[in-house]
């Protein structure tokens, strides 16, 4: 997979993953809410998924909700959260029960994201189908 699906609503965070991530010679798509996420995951399956918890209008939490319910499209990709504040316990034990493959903090170490982008690139999707 080096197919990278940035799902944030700061144009900004958009903005920076995008530039680092097309300079390393991976596809990036982007999307400013959960159903512009969801609209492109119909599409195209074989994302590594970088989903901002917090967003209006159909946040991250809504996102993996719709993902449990539609194992084909859960099982196709591979999930990282990022999450800011409090947000990242409630993320943490999303990653430890499964349901995301990791958790990418904010503010961003941009290092730790091309690392984590190299390592997450070359896997293919494990199958969550069960949790």
């Known amino acids: 997979m080096r197919?990278?699906?940035i799902v944030d609503d700061e144009p900004g965070i958009l903005k920076l993953l995008s530039a680092i991530l097309l300079e390393e010679g991976f596809q990036v798509q982007t999307a400013c809410n959960g159903?512009?996420?969801l609209?492109?995951?119909?599409?195209?399956?074989?994302w590594v998924i970088l989903l901002?918890?917090?967003?209006?209008?159909?946040?991250g939490y809504e996102v993996l909700q719709q993902l449990r319910t539609q194992p084909q499209l859960r099982d196709a990709n591979v999930i990282v959260l990022m999450s800011a504040g409090a947000d990242i316990q409630e993320a943490?034990?999303?990653?430890?029960q499964g349901e995301v493959q990791a958790l990418l903090p904010k503010p961003f170490d941009l290092f730790k994201v091309l690392t984590l982008a190299e390592q997450l690139a070359d896997q293919p999707a494990i199958s969550n189908s069960a949790v």
Do not use: I, N, T
């Open 52 to 59: 901002d918890l917090m967003m209006p209008r159909f946040s």
């Open 35 to 37: 159903l512009e996420a």
């Open 39 to 46: 609209a492109a995951l119909q599409q195209e399956k074989g």
């Open 92 to 96: 943490g034990a999303l990653l430890m």
């Open 3 to 5: 197919k990278f699906l």
